[in-house]
C-alpha cells in the first residue's frame, strides 16, 4: 500500500481499500448494547413467581435483553405494584413489560402515572391479564389503558387449547413463526369485534367449545397485535399467557421476543442472539 499511495491519488487509494475489505470510516458501528427492559409483575391469579423467571430468562435466551423485575408478590387485584410509586418510575429503561394483573388499581392519577412514560414515547410490551388491568372510569367501553393496549377486552372462556393463525406473515414480528397450538389457555374476548383504530393484529386464535346443552361452537379473537399510542409510541401485545406451560412454550417465547425487539427498533441479528447475563446488576442502572 505504501507503493501504490504514491502513485494513486487519495480518491483511488479509498475505493482500493474498500475492495480489500478494509473499515469505511463513515460506516457507523452496529448497535450491539443489550436492550435494558424493566418487567413489572405481579398480582392476582397467576404464578407470577415462576412466570417471571420463565419470561426473564426465555426472552434473554432468544434476545440481547437484560432485565431488572419489579415483582409484586401480592396476589388481589387491588394492591399496586410499588414500583410506580416513583414519578420516574420508567427512567433508564428502553422498553417496559407490563405482565401485572391489577383490575382494581382504578385511581386515575396513578394510572396516569403509569402511562406518562409511554405517553413520551417509551415502548412497552402488554401480556396476558395487563390488559385486563386499571378499569377505571369509562370501563368496560373505553378507558386511558385500553388506549395504551389497543384492545378492549373484559373477560375469557374457559382453559382450553387455542388454535393460533398468524394473519399477519409479513410483519417483521411475525416472519418465520409458523401457526401453533396452545396447551389449556384462556381465550381474551374482543368486545368490540375489532381492535382499536391505532392497532395492528397480527394472529387470531380459535377456541372449540362444548355449551352447557351439549351443543358446540368455536369461538375467535384476535391474540396478538401491534400499537401506535398517542400517534408515536410503539406496543407489542398479546393475550395468551395464563399458565406456566404457555410462557415456558419455545413458540410463545420467540413471539414476545421479537415483539418486545420490534418495539424498540432492534428486530435484527444484532439483537437476536443470547444475552450475556439476564439480569441487570446495580452497576449496569
Not at 436492550?35 to 413467581?49: I, M, N
Not at 409511554?118 to 410490551?125: C, D, Q, R, T
Not at 404457555?246 to 428486530?267: I, M, P, Q
Request: aromatic share 6%.
Amino acid at each position: 500500500m505504501r507503493l501504490l499511495s504514491k502513485l494513486l491519488p487519495a480518491a483511488s487509494l479509498a475505493v482500493l481499500a474498500l475492495a480489500l475489505g478494509g473499515p469505511s470510516r463513515g460506516a457507523a458501528p452496529a448497535d450491539t448494547k443489550p436492550v435494558r427492559a424493566l418487567l413489572v409483575v405481579g398480582g392476582c391469579c397467576h404464578d407470577y413467581k415462576k412466570q417471571q423467571e420463565l419470561l426473564t430468562k426465555g426472552i434473554s435466551a432468544r434476545a440481547n435483553v437484560q432485565w431488572t423485575v419489579a415483582y409484586d408478590p401480592d396476589t388481589t387485584t387491588k394492591h399496586l405494584n410499588p414500583v410506580y410509586q416513583k414519578d420516574d418510575w420508567a427512567k433508564g429503561f428502553d422498553v417496559v413489560v407490563h405482565d401485572e394483573c391489577c383490575a382494581d388499581v382504578k385511581d386515575p392519577k396513578i394510572v396516569e402515572r403509569i402511562l406518562k412514560p409511554h405517553k413520551e414515547g417509551l415502548p412497552g410490551v402488554v401480556l396476558h391479564c395487563a390488559m385486563h388491568s386499571y378499569r377505571t372510569e369509562g370501563f368496560p367501553k373505553s378507558t386511558p389503558w385500553f388506549d395504551f393496549t389497543g384492545l378492549v377486552t373484559t373477560g375469557h372462556g374457559p382453559q382450553m387449547p387455542i388454535d393460533i393463525r398468524y394473519i399477519d406473515q409479513e410483519s417483521p414480528i411475525t416472519k418465520g413463526l409458523s401457526d401453533w397450538k396452545t396447551i389449556n389457555e384462556e381465550l381474551y374476548n374482543n368486545v368490540t369485534g375489532k381492535l382499536l383504530a391505532t392497532a395492528q393484529p397480527l394472529a387470531k386464535g380459535k377456541q372449540a367449545l362444548k355449551s352447557r346443552d351439549g351443543k358446540e361452537r368455536v369461538d375467535e379473537a384476535v391474540v396478538t397485535w401491534t400499537n401506535t399510542y398517542n400517534g408515536k409510541t410503539k406496543v407489542f401485545a398479546t393475550t395468551l399467557g395464563h399458565n406456566n406451560d404457555t410462557v415456558a412454550d419455545a413458540k410463545y417465547l420467540d413471539l414476545v421476543a421479537r415483539g418486545l425487539l420490534w418495539s424498540v427498533g432492534k428486530l435484527d441479528d444484532a439483537h437476536l442472539k443470547p444475552a450475556a447475563k439476564v439480569l441487570l446488576s446495580d452497576s449496569d442502572k
